[in-house]
Nanobody, 125 residues
Framework: QVQLVESGGGLVQPGGSLRLSCAAS????????IGWVRQVPGKEREVVAS????????TYSDSVKGRFTISKDNFQNTVYLQMNSLKPEDTAVYYC??????????????????WGQGTQVTVSL
């Protein structure tokens, strides 16, 4: 059974940093794409970052490029999202998602097969 468990969300002031973690388990395919997706109530979900577990390639949305970094620890089967220079507009629920057997990154929500439960990130004074 595939499980994705996010942690690390919270309240942070503008300009601050947070690191989200996604612990993945229950799958055997070695080549996958793992993404961080955020959703603001009333808006569409947005893939902010994606990483290929086969070669470490990454893709970012324009809204976070240069501020967020996605990385992976294959030994721990964990993917991280380091978020720096946070802005109030980064406030959202952040989900970890996996596209099994995908040999590349993807920003297409339809390609993700499993999702975590989400973690709230709030950027405010």
């Amino acid at each position: 059974q595939v499980q994705l468990v996010e942690s690390g969300g919270g309240l942070v002031q503008p300009g601050g940093s947070l690191r989200l973690s996604c612990a993945a388990s229950g799958f055997t395919v070695d080549e996958n794409a793992i993404g961080w997706v955020r959703q603001v109530p009333g808006k569409e979900r947005e893939v902010v970052a994606s990483i290929s577990t086969s070669d470490g390639r990454t893709t970012y949305s324009d809204s976070v490029k240069g501020r967020f970094t996605i990385s992976k620890d294959n030994f721990q089967n964990t993917v991280y999202l380091q978020m720096n220079s946070l802005k109030p507009e980064d406030t959202a629920v952040y989900y970890c998602a996996i596209a099994l057997g995908l040999f590349r990154t993807t920003v297409d929500l339809q390609e993700y097969d499993y999702w975590g439960q989400g973690t709230q990130v709030t950027v405010s004074l």
